[in-house]
């Protein structure tokens, strides 16, 4: 199993960005896909979740402002990020498993994302 993520980098405050990742050697329709950030000496935290049946939930930090996608046919999913702030600097996991609220079977490899003030 291999889930590669991308799309991370250094955007101002206000930008925008797109996370992108790839699936390889799952199931992925049959899996509920999920984006965590984590910064350094705190906890990893959900994000986004999206369910095999499409179903979406989000933290309260980033409602109104994130997205959560999956394109079955790609075996990816993405995170459209829109109205960045410094305080969602992290670095972003993208997970994959069958628990419905916090898949964390498999996981990615980490994208930095900086958002400067």
């Known amino acids: 199993v291999q889930l590669q993520a991308s799309g991370g980098g250094l955007v101002q405050a206000g930008g925008s960005l797109r996370l992108s990742c790839a699936a390889s050697?799952?199931?992925?329709?049959?899996?509920?896909q999920a984006w965590y950030r984590q910064v350094p000496g705190k906890e990893r935290e959900l994000v986004a979740i999206?369910?095999?049946?499409?179903?979406?939930d989000y933290a309260d930090s980033v409602k109104e402002r994130f997205t959560i996608s999956r394109d079955n046919a790609k075996n990816t999913v993405y995170l459209q990020m829109n109205g960045l702030k410094p305080e969602d600097t992290a670095v972003y996991y993208c997970?994959?498993?069958?628990?419905?609220?916090?898949?964390?079977?498999?996981w990615g490899q980490g994208t930095q994302v900086t958002v400067s003030s």
């Open positions: 050697g799952i199931i992925f329709r049959l899996n509920n």
């Open positions: 999206i369910r095999s049946g499409g179903s979406t």
């Open positions: 997970a994959a498993g069958t628990n419905r609220w916090r898949p964390n079977a498999y």
